[in-house]
């Protein structure tokens, strides 16, 4: 659950968090992030200036990949900023290890 707590909790408390990812995040169903991020899309544009990185990844066999999918579409839908990786691979350690390599340079980026 910590890819799905860590999409919870950080775009929740913008007031906390500026670089926000999820690896294979259980997002939960598609018609409850209208309310689960009812702060994020509020003020698209507000989040934006807050957020300096959202990243959402997910392998295309992983079971939660469709979910992942719809959460990015729903961040479009309203206009926040963010990249969506869609991978190759399951709910594993080896995907979410490619994405901590590809997500951790991102993190000390100047200006991020």
């Known amino acids: 659950m910590g890819g799905g707590e860590a999409l919870t909790i950080g775009l929740n408390h913008l007031e906390l968090f500026s ?4 690896f294979s995040a259980a997002v939960g169903p598609a018609a409850a992030f209208p309310k689960t991020y009812a702060s994020l899309v509020a003020d698209g544009k507000t989040s934006n200036q807050k957020l300096r990185l959202l990243w959402v990844g997910c392998g295309k ?10 959460f990015s579409e729903f961040l479009t839908q309203h206009r926040i900023q963010h990249t969506f990786h869609e991978s190759s691979g399951a709910h594993t350690w080896m995907v979410w290890r490619r994405y901590l ?4 340079p991102l993190l000390f980026q100047s200006g991020q």
Not at 19 to 22: F, P
Not at 101 to 104: G, L, P, W
């Open 19 to 22: 670089h926000v990812g999820g």
């Open 61 to 70: 066999e992983d079971g939660l990949f469709d979910a992942s999918k719809s």
């Open 101 to 104: 390599n590809e997500i951790a």
